[in-house]
């Protein structure tokens, strides 16, 4: 029994169990009363990771051990693939991020760079975007409460601290700042550039 997640709504709590032989992802009334419902999470068998539920407690996305993000809808209960990273590395996390309404799913991927970036997966559209240009490396995106902006963290000194083969990239200091992305093209920016002119007759 692992990884428990409660959901958003407080009636239900996931986690994945390997009760059956296999891990498949069970979720429960939070009273723990009645029969857990059982989603088998397809063939070959995996390991998973961090169920994370929507905000509407109705999908839950997860990743397994081959680096792959899925999502499933609960009441269907049919894995949807989303997207696999291109490299493998000790630092397995699932730093998705589901949008407000559901319909968008926010996670980093590396690039053939080594470097990560921002995209974006319509669940509708059934395709991923990528939001940022792939010059620094973008971690742990979340969306604001609108949707319509994306908060994420980057870092362009990142380079020398990439690899984790070797000692080479022991003691090199990697800074981040906090970046937004607007998501839509008549969404002003929250950091929009203004003048400094002084104004006439102000002192």
Same mark, same amino acid.
């Given at each position: 029994?692992?990884?428990?997640?409660?959901?958003?709504?407080?009636?239900? /709590?996931?986690?994945?169990?390997?009760?059956?032989?296999?891990?498949?992802?069970?979720?429960?009334?939070?009273?723990?009363?009645?029969?857990?419902? /059982?989603?088998?999470?397809?063939?070959?068998?995996?390991?998973?990771?961090?169920?994370?539920?929507?905000?509407?407690?109705?999908?839950?996305?997860? /990743?397994?051990?081959?680096?792959?993000?899925?999502?499933?809808?609960?009441?269907?209960?049919?894995?949807?693939?989303?997207?696999?990273?291109?490299?493998?590395?000790?630092?397995?996390?699932?730093?998705?991020?589901?949008?407000?309404?559901?319909?968008?799913?926010?996670?980093?991927?590396?690039?053939?760079?080594?470097?990560?970036?921002?995209?974006?997966?319509?669940?509708?559209?059934?395709?991923?975007?990528?939001?940022?240009?792939?010059?620094?490396?973008?971690?742990?995106?979340?969306?604001?409460?609108?949707?319509?902006?994306?908060?994420?963290?980057?870092?362009?000194?990142?380079g020398p601290a990439s690899s984790w083969l070797d000692m080479s990239g022991i003691n090199r200091p990697v800074t981040r700042?906090?970046?937004?992305?607007?998501?839509?093209?008549?969404?002003?920016?929250?950091?929009?550039?203004?003048?400094?002119?002084?104004?006439?007759?102000?002192?």
């Amino acid at each position: 029994e692992r990884d428990p997640a409660w959901s958003p709504d407080g009636q239900r /709590i996931a986690w994945f169990s390997d009760a059956s032989g296999e891990y498949a992802l069970h979720i429960s009334d939070q009273s723990g009363v009645g029969t857990p419902k /059982i989603i088998n999470l397809g063939t070959p068998p995996s390991y998973f990771y961090a169920p994370r539920w929507s905000p509407d407690s109705s999908k839950i996305a997860y /990743i397994d051990k081959h680096m792959t993000l899925w999502y499933v809808d609960v009441a269907a209960g049919t894995p949807v693939r989303v997207d696999a990273d291109r490299f493998e590395t000790p630092y397995l996390v699932n730093d998705s991020s589901w949008s407000p309404d559901g319909k968008w799913l926010a996670y980093t991927k590396y690039l053939p760079s080594a470097l990560r970036a921002v995209f974006v997966h319509s669940l509708d559209q059934k395709r991923s975007y990528q939001v940022t240009d792939g010059l620094s490396d973008a971690r742990s995106p979340v969306f604001d409460a609108s949707g319509k902006l994306l908060f994420f963290t980057a870092s362009t000194n990142v380079g020398p601290a990439s690899s984790w083969l070797d000692m080479s990239g022991i003691n090199r200091p990697v800074t981040r700042s906090v970046y937004v992305a607007v998501l839509a093209k008549d969404t002003p920016s929250p950091l929009a550039p203004e003048s400094d002119e002084e104004k006439p007759g102000v002192i």
